[in-house]
């Protein structure tokens, strides 16, 4: 915009430079996302899961979507396209942030909010194990042991919607979240979309804790905290698998970073509290204990102090948990659930392929090919806890938190069966201890988007009286329908759109930010 032209020999008026805004339009993905979430949530109605016992199944909208084709098909490309506009969304807002200041964090708690008000409305996506919430808390209400008993010993268990996997299998979480459990059941006397949204509400909090403390802990490594706040909150795969798919992840995780903030920051007992809850939420987290230890024993411990420190914090983690098994008298059942996942495998987890392809080829033979398998997936095992050993007794001080991210990450990447909220647990600790703008970022972007085409064609509820002949062909078809479109979507995000492929393409740009390694 020009300003009035001089009359002659009258001098110019200096031009003023208005500062640079930090972000850079906002709107346009802020927009975009909350369409693309809305979308989510309306093809929710005809492909997300439902208990058998719901009655939203009686609604005529939901018996349209559900039961007659074109409300399926139609179901299938909201949720398509609505993920992937959701990836597309949260990469343009980074792209948009000039400044990573004040005005990118409201930004990213725009989104957070723009994009996951519509996700609490949702049908459960990506996965029913909210459904399995459900029946463990009924076993709660009804005086059963869950670490005894699985959902089967329940009347009409199969109309709560659970998957099959869980009516017999030991519960792998802890006390707390199994308190949870029979407090929602209890409170909405098992109203299975009651039940939903309270357990997204729980869920709600430990996305607060995430939101509160991301920022907080990258500050202490020197990382920038609010980009570490974009990668993390406002991801995808984060309000997806927290939100919609009502995992209890998110308080798992939610409290364990907020351990390790105020372990971090010498409050060390107020810390082993919080990672303890976590545990008693998800035990997974259980693998931080040892770097808390090394935290509390300080900078150039010797040995004896160091493994009085780890005494210390194992016996008040323990003492904490060992007091709340007390309460119901289930003991640490739990870790008789904690075998589940690894009896497991799928075909994109490195340590799972590997078996995959030694039964293959053992089978041909005739040799037991799936014994082999085993033997793969016991190393994957042994070679992660090598490096959890490893990242606990080696290395500086200075790089702890990122030891410890490192050393869950193997237990992870390591392990036969990688679910994408497993995923999820590790995005906030390496964005607190830096991800840089170059090869790291983009392998973020990658993940993000495989895992988004994935869970989008992975899971869906479609009846089985639209199958014909073949008795998988409608449901082989709903998934293959789903997993073209949302590829389809992400091969134009990384090769033909003009905004996000440079986003994976190779870049000689010089690194921006460095994380504390």
């Given at each position: 915009m020009t300003g009035p032209v001089p009359a002659a020999g009258e001098k110019a008026a200096p031009i003023l430079k208005l500062p640079e805004a930090e972000v850079d339009n906002a709107r346009s993905p802020l927009i975009a996302g909350f369409i693309g979430s809305v979308l989510m949530m309306v093809g929710s109605l005809g492909v997300g899961w439902l208990a058998p016992v719901s009655e939203l199944r009686r609604m005529p909208l939901f018996i349209w979507m559900r039961t007659e084709a074109i409300g399926v098909a139609l179901s299938i490309i909201l949720l398509a396209v609505g993920g992937m506009l959701l990836v597309r969304a949260w990469l343009r807002l980074g792209q948009r942030v000039r400044i990573w200041g004040l005005a990118a964090r409201k930004a990213t708690l725009q989104a957070v909010v723009l994009w996951g008000l519509p996700m609490m409305f949702t049908v459960p996506l990506f996965s029913r194990d909210v459904?399995?919430?459900?029946?463990?808390?009924?076993?709660?209400?009804?005086?059963?042991?869950?670490?005894?008993?699985?959902?089967?010993?329940?009347?009409?268990?199969?109309?709560?919607?659970?998957?099959?996997?869980?009516?017999?299998?030991?519960?792998?979480?802890?006390?707390?979240?199994?308190?949870?459990?029979?407090?929602?059941?209890?409170?909405?006397?098992?109203?299975?979309?009651?039940?939903?949204?309270?357990?997204?509400?729980?869920?709600?909090?430990?996305?607060?804790?995430?939101?509160?403390?991301?920022?907080?802990?990258?500050?202490?490594?020197?990382?920038?905290?609010?980009?570490?706040?974009?990668?993390?909150?406002?991801?995808?795969?984060?309000?997806?698998?927290?939100?919609?798919?009502?995992?209890?992840?998110?308080?798992?995780?939610?409290?364990?970073?907020a351990g390790l903030y105020y372990c971090a920051t010498r409050r060390v007992v107020l810390g082993i509290v919080l990672v303890t809850l976590s545990i008693s939420v998800k035990p997974i987290t259980i693998v931080f204990l040892p770097f808390i230890g090394l935290l509390w024993a300080g900078k150039d411990a010797s040995w004896p102090r160091k493994f009085l420190y780890w005494a210390l914090t194992a016996g008040l983690s323990v003492g904490i948990l060992f007091a709340m098994s007390r309460v119901n008298g289930f003991g640490f059942g739990w870790i008789n659930g904690l075998s589940a996942p690894g009896s497991i495998w799928i075909w994109y987890a490195p340590i799972g392929l590997m078996g995959l392809v030694v039964a293959s080829i053992a089978n041909a033979f005739s040799l037991d090919g799936w014994g082999l398998a085993k033997w793969v997936y016991d190393a994957g095992k042994l070679l992660a806890v090598g490096i959890v050993a490893w990242q606990i007794f080696k290395g500086d001080h200075d790089r702890l938190m990122r030891r410890l991210t490192l050393?869950?990450?193997?237990?992870?990447?390591?392990?036969?069966?990688?679910?994408?909220?497993?995923?999820?647990?590790?995005?906030?600790?390496?964005?607190?201890?830096?991800?840089?703008?170059?090869?790291?970022?983009?392998?973020?972007?990658?993940?993000?988007?495989?895992?988004?085409?994935?869970?989008?064609?992975?899971?869906?509820?479609?009846?089985?009286?639209?199958?014909?002949?073949?008795?998988?062909?409608?449901?082989?078809?709903?998934?293959?329908?789903?997993?073209?479109?949302?590829?389809?979507?992400?091969?134009?995000?990384?090769?033909?759109?003009?905004?996000?492929?440079?986003?994976?393409?190779?870049?000689?740009?010089?690194?921006?930010?460095?994380?504390?390694?």
């Open positions: 459904y399995a919430y459900i029946g463990q808390g009924r076993l709660m209400v009804e005086g059963f042991n869950p670490y005894e008993n699985g959902i089967s010993a329940l009347s009409n268990y199969f109309q709560l919607g659970a998957d099959k996997m869980w009516t017999e299998a030991p519960v792998p979480y802890g006390q707390l979240f199994l308190w949870i459990e029979q407090f929602v059941v209890w409170s909405t006397n098992v109203h299975p979309e009651a039940s939903v949204m309270l357990f997204r509400l729980a869920a709600l909090v430990g996305i607060v804790l995430c939101i509160n403390y991301v920022p907080k802990l990258a500050d202490l490594h020197g990382v920038n905290p609010h980009r570490a706040l974009w990668l993390t909150a406002a991801n995808p795969l984060f309000l997806t698998n927290f939100i919609a798919s009502v995992h209890n992840d998110a308080l798992m995780i939610g409290l364990a970073l050393a869950f990450a193997a237990i992870v990447l390591l392990a036969p069966m990688i679910q994408s909220w497993y995923v999820v647990w590790l995005i906030p600790l390496f964005a607190v201890t830096g991800i840089r703008d170059d090869w790291q970022v983009k392998a973020l972007y990658f993940i993000v988007s495989f895992f988004m085409v994935y869970a989008i064609s992975d899971q869906l509820e479609v009846f089985p009286y639209l199958q014909t002949e073949d008795l998988g062909l409608a449901l082989a078809l709903a998934r293959n329908a789903a997993a073209v479109i949302a590829l389809m979507f992400a091969l134009y995000l990384i090769f033909l759109d003009p905004r996000t492929k440079q986003l994976f393409s190779k870049s000689d740009q010089p690194v921006t930010s460095r994380p504390v390694i």
